[in-house]
């Protein structure tokens, strides 16, 4: 490479992006960039942004010339996307860098371009002016964001196609929701760890720790956008407010077993969940802890039964329980092919899945079910079914097998012993 080609390397973004920093071919409206905590997402914006701005030299003209920059609060789209450390002005190559006009708060570029800066608190101020681009930031966060993002759309009517980049961490908020469906939008997603090589190894680690395998984790880490499906019985926020650090000694722990009959690649899932409880007081006041899920797809019934005993050592529990509506006694006999002196209850579902999890569901309501953070995946398929299971139904797909599982447990160790054995959505067997 020649000096010249060397000194402009650093500059040259398209050589260095990832593949969710890189804008969509084709044709599109928005581009929604959407990834978790400090996946690169405000590079990507900022570069954009100056992709559009810059022309082939500092003083030709660009794509666009009158762009937009809207953060949650002027503050932010200052110090964020002009200032800060992945922003406009740290991106720009010294002879197209922009100035920044504090009076006026805009950037203008060598060539006569101009990003304005807007707050997403004040949806008038969009009201009059007019764009070819934008740059939307963490719009998942704005307070009225539809007001303003529809005031951001009347602006964008300049040029031949005016666009406009969304960078944000996903939430379940209804104009991100909106704006997704649009046949003119295109997505691009990552999780915090694709932007592993410019974080700190301590924070990676301190926050997998913390939040690996959560909802919440899925959501600020994986970028994945997590929503209420309409009427779960478990609302994201009853399952956050269950979190716990550590968990007291136990009475009674169980292993609760939603068994797959057959073991091959198409079977389901084999729920297993370990819930330790207390149980002294009266009924009203006991707790339970959902300790793992140790759910697994076998390849032979066998290997489920392996896995739920194995599941019973770890955590020391004094019964394991299974549901057999499917498998009858051929489920006893697989468990007791591993260990003969399993201590072991078989129960059948005399009704249907929503009608168990009901009471279920009550109990989180009550603060008497905990959810124990653990390493790696934790708990976050199970509370993942668990989001999905509502009044109507489970609208996942396949079967809820963890929550299944979850179910029994809990069932188990609370609910059975608080109303007798005499209840009409289980029957022992």
């Not at 978790?36 to 082939?56: D, P, S």
């Not at 371009?113 to 934008?134: K, N, T, Y």
């Not at 984790?217 to 716990?244: H, K, Y």
């Amino acid at each position: 490479m020649s000096d010249g080609a060397l000194l402009a390397l650093p500059w040259l973004f398209d050589f260095w992006a990832m593949p969710h920093q890189v804008a969509p071919a084709g044709d599109w409206r928005t581009w929604v960039c959407m990834g978790g905590r400090g996946a690169g997402k405000t590079r990507a914006g900022a570069e954009w942004v100056r992709a559009q701005a810059e022309g082939a030299t500092p003083r030709d003209t660009g794509a666009a010339s009158r762009i937009a920059l809207i953060g949650e609060t002027y503050d932010q789209a200052r110090d964020v996307m002009v200032f800060g450390d992945s922003g406009i002005l740290a991106c720009s190559p010294p002879d197209r860098r922009p100035k920044w006009e504090a009076t006026r708060r805009r950037l203008v570029w060598p060539n006569g371009a101009v990003a304005q800066c807007f707050s997403a608190q004040d949806a008038e101020a969009l009201r009059g002016p007019q764009f070819d681009a934008a740059w939307a930031d963490e719009l998942a966060k704005w307070k009225a964001a539809q007001e303003v993002w529809d005031m951001l759309q009347f602006a964008l009517r300049l040029g031949e196609a005016p666009r406009c980049i969304v960078t944000t961490t996903p939430r379940g908020q209804a104009t991100l929701k909106a704006l997704l469906a649009q046949p003119s939008t295109r997505v691009t997603q990552a999780p915090t760890q694709a932007n592993r090589a410019w974080l700190a190894k301590s924070f990676l680690t301190e926050i997998e720790t913390r939040y690996g395998g959560t909802r919440l984790g899925r959501q600020e880490l994986e970028g994945v956008l997590l929503d209420d499906t309409e009427g779960t019985l478990f609302p994201q926020a009853l399952i956050e407010a269950a979190r716990c650090e550590a968990v007291p000694a136990f009475d009674r722990v169980v292993v609760a077993v939603d068994p797959a009959v057959t073991g091959h690649a198409g079977s389901d899932l084999c729920g297993i969940v370990v819930v330790g409880a207390v149980t002294r007081g009266p009924v009203a006041d006991w707790r339970a802890y959902v300790l793992e899920d140790a759910s697994i797809r076998a390849a032979s019934p066998s290997d489920w039964a392996h896995a739920a005993i194995a599941a019973m050592q770890r955590h020391g529990a004094d019964r394991l329980v299974a549901e057999v509506n499917q498998g009858g006694d051929l489920v006893k006999a697989v468990l007791q092919q591993v260990d003969p002196l399993v201590p072991y209850r078989a129960v059948r579902a005399a009704q249907g899945k929503v009608l168990r999890a009901e009471p279920v569901a009550a109990l989180y309501e009550q603060g008497r079910v905990r959810h124990l953070r653990g390493p790696g995946e934790g708990l976050g398929a199970l509370e993942a079914q668990m989001a999905q299971m509502t009044a109507q139904g489970y609208r996942g797909e396949g079967s809820p097998d963890r929550v299944d599982a979850l179910v029994w447990a809990l069932h188990e160790l609370i609910l059975a012993p608080s109303m007798g054995q005499r209840r009409p959505s289980v029957r022992v067997v």
